[in-house]
């Protein structure tokens, strides 16, 4: 079993950035896959952000995050990073983390999941 608790989330302007992690209990985290997703309040779906794989030698990003977040891992901490940079008021949401064995970009395929961080981007 997985747990997952998110944290680095706040209030930034637009421009700035922030780094999320997501870090993880359990000794087995270093073979699943990590996602992030977003969720804007009042939304009932989670918007794909980016994906990692289990050893960090493949990454995914959502077109809309693409060069601007860079997502990564230390399973040494069993946490796995989402820094974002050049953020846009529309970045602003929920973010959440998630873990299944393989990586992916649904989030119906994903079980474990944090309790989500706040992050809001103003103008």
């Known amino acids: 079993q997985v747990q997952l608790a998110e944290s680095g989330g706040g209030l930034v302007e637009a421009g700035g950035s922030l780094r999320l992690s997501c870090t993880a209990s359990?000794?087995?985290?270093?073979?699943?896959?990590v996602a992030w997703f977003r969720q804007i309040p009042g939304e009932e779906e989670r918007e794909f952000v980016a994906s990692i794989n289990y050893n960090g030698g493949t990454s995914q990003y959502s077109e809309s995050v693409k060069g601007r977040f860079t997502i990564s891992r230390d399973n040494g901490e069993n946490t796995v990073y989402l820094l974002m940079n050049s953020l846009k008021v529309e970045d602003t949401a929920v973010y959440y983390c998630?873990?299944?064995?393989?990586?992916?970009?649904?989030?119906?395929?994903?079980?474990?999941w944090g309790q989500g961080t706040q992050v809001t981007v103003s103008s």
């Open positions: 998630a873990a299944r064995p393989w990586a992916s970009d649904d989030s119906k395929d994903y079980g474990h």
């Open positions: 359990g000794r087995s985290f270093r073979l699943y896959g």
